[in-house]
């Protein structure tokens, strides 16, 4: 399966070394980067397979530059890909051949502390995990917690309305922003939301969260902070059927428990991520829950013995408690690992990332282990079981011929799946450039020209990110005729590496 | 203070007689109201300092009859209003002269209850308390819980995006609703969201909801019900300082506790209350906190302890704690007849409703007095202090000449010290026709014109709900210039009762 992306805009390319030179007028110094080896670091992100060099790099270090930066391009007609640290899964800080990469990592600088409205002024280019740090000493953190949180910066995190294994309880990243400032195509700076936890106008701090750098570039954010719990405490059961498991988590859920975190592992998961961390899984098992309970002692310590009777009743084989900090952790370890870990196992993987109701988790698991026989290629299943979101790890060989055309086959299936049980493509990895045909699949021609006239509402013309999450691009003023037909860009084939 | 309205189409109006017909073939039965005296109840909504009976009222039942009936206003230029129960506090279903009001009160049908799923799958008609009642056998609730929760309808509650007591721990709306069905001003039938709690693409459910009408029309809403806590318990907590009472607030957040309610009401508020309901509330003190929390015994019982402790720190002088379900209904019965309460004691007061942050309550407190002062009208306070929602309720008497407009002018002065602080001109009100005039004081012109060309990707006519919400309606073509200036539409008065 190649990628089509947008036409280069010749005109533009002819004219990229007077484009350089009015960037470095605006981001002086070391802001531009127009060399080939310099720009390599900038050619993908997170999503490997996919790989182009951007026209040139720019690392402006203030909205004023983001604004001057965006203005130019949009009165010159310039694409703009924006980019935080590129740990995205989905290809959604690809650059285009004719297009500015902006990079947003000189914003580094924490604004702004404010524990008595617990909240944290930022700029985009701070990392998840340091907003945590930045509050610790105060017994605060921000609770959403991808994976990539060393890396990943908090600007990304918006673009993709990032999750985490916290989520369950305490939200998406959406659920945990509360205001930005948000530079337009346009260069117009816009201020959404505040300290204040509601807003008077429409949502536009929703529509920002998860768009997929396709309305505006983020350059000041304003995240809550919670205070951390007294305790937390991990079980980790046992299952011989991952059917049971799956019961597990609907009764917990359904006996209106909410832990702090609820994952679940298969077979093949488990066996990889204990070979390589020696977390203490039971290898006997086909499913492995890790449930976490946080709050004070006293309730966490109930809330355990809840857990484990309805685990006992839903056929748990094993059931281990925490009883320390470090012990937790390593609860923890394996899960967080399980992604390296099944790389060790498998030549080439991919990570897939779906969402379903919960009541159809069997369905699901079910329907993944027959196309993993239709398609003769093994299968490892992480998932956050408490909000349905599953990310199956296909497991194939890039050198054998065909295998990651089959891979990419099934992945698409197992989405579809996703949709066809009641649930999204995507959980919290974005549509990017990896879903993006497989929109069509979740949506009415209807819904996604709803989409697209939102899209024109910030960015007329289609500069910011194109050919990112939406398959085919219209044109607004061809929106504007609300029943939209043809209309499509002529896309070219992007090299894939 | 007269309010402005668009001005009416005399070219519609002239062809009422005809649009009456056409949309009696579209809806039929007493499915059309023309006859003046049967269309008085739709003349206001709460609202009810103002009154303007509609061109025609339509009351469609099925999602294809609102589909056809707005796919007619939209060939035709016929604006719309839509209208759930018509308890809107901001004037946000106030009728127009040359309008078709839209009444969805016939969607009075609860299409699924999926407790696999915790969700349920309703008309728009429904009442917000009509969801719980039909999920109260199984234990479960919709969370969001307005006053007026007995007669405002869900559909209405996504238009204004509705609060309650509990939303501090459990959200408003936008936390509790998952998917609808939206029908387009051209007629077009979006499908929303759904079941599962994460989607692809912006987040329209988002947009939708707190878009006061603007948008689009909702047919069909999918909502998240909660499992009710094993025990609720309240505190009734007295201070002869309301910043003391702030400070507890403040210091209970603080400390990580979340309650499911957490409300204040000042000196005139409580004797008001008390008078009218006897729940009794100590006479003595300055300030009173209703502080209710909820989930396992253990936990309650350990967190009240610690919540009369704080209290206790912040110099309470009285504390009571509910034993029954019978006194923790006693405790609340005051705060919920507040309003009526207080229309008890002053011939007539308006409710304002903004937010600041949590931690600027001392400040608004103040401030609020030394209005009072400088007015010469006296004001009760009544508020969600755990979200920093503020509800003063200034007394006045309509009879005295100018008490009134002197009325209006405290509570606009009120609104812009909210947003002096870092706060919001509404907490869950809405903007409506009551605080449209105030946008500018809270908004730059560009982010006003972000959010009407967000308008104009949904409705490029302005059909739907013209008048409210912005101070200035732009036609869209003119938006697309991105830099607005003028395009003013000539708005003559509406007749205020």
Redesign the interface.
Known sequence: MTIMMPASDQAVLDRRDAIVADLRAIVPGEGVIASAAEMLPYESDALTAYRQPPMVVVLPETTEQVSRVLKYCFDNGIKVVPRGSGTSLSGGALPLADAVLLGLGKFKRIREI?????VVVTEPGVTNLAISQAVAHAGFYYAPDPSSQIACSIGGNIAE?S?GVHCLKYG?T??NVLGCELV?M?G?????G???????????M??I???EGLLGVVTEVTVRI?????TARALMVGFSQVEAAGECV?RV????IIPGGMEMMDRPAIHAAEAFVNAGYPLDVEALLIIELD??S??VD??IKRVEAIALGCGSTTCRISGSEAERDLFWAGRKAAFPAVGRISPDYICMDG?????ALPRALARIRELSEKYGLGVANVFHAG???LHPLILYDANKPGEMDKAEAFGADILRCCVEL???????HG?GIE?REL?PH???E??LS??Q??????D?QGLLNPGK?FPTLHRCAEL?R?HVHGGRLPFPDLPRF
Chains 1, 2 share one sequence.
């Open positions: 404010d524990f008595d409205n617990r309305n999750g998406m959406t659920n337009l346009s117009e700076v816009l201020r959404i505040g300290k204040a936890p509601e807003q008077a106008g429409y949502d536009l929703g529509i969260t998860g768009s919670l205070r951390k719990p007294e609907a859920i359904g006996a209106g709050g004070s006293i309730e109930e809330l969402t379903i109701p919960r009541g909000d349905g979101n009641g649930g999204v493509l995507t959980g919290e549509v879903k929109m979740m949506f009415s209807a819904d709803q989409q006239r939102l899209k024109c509402a910030f007329a999450v504007g609300v």
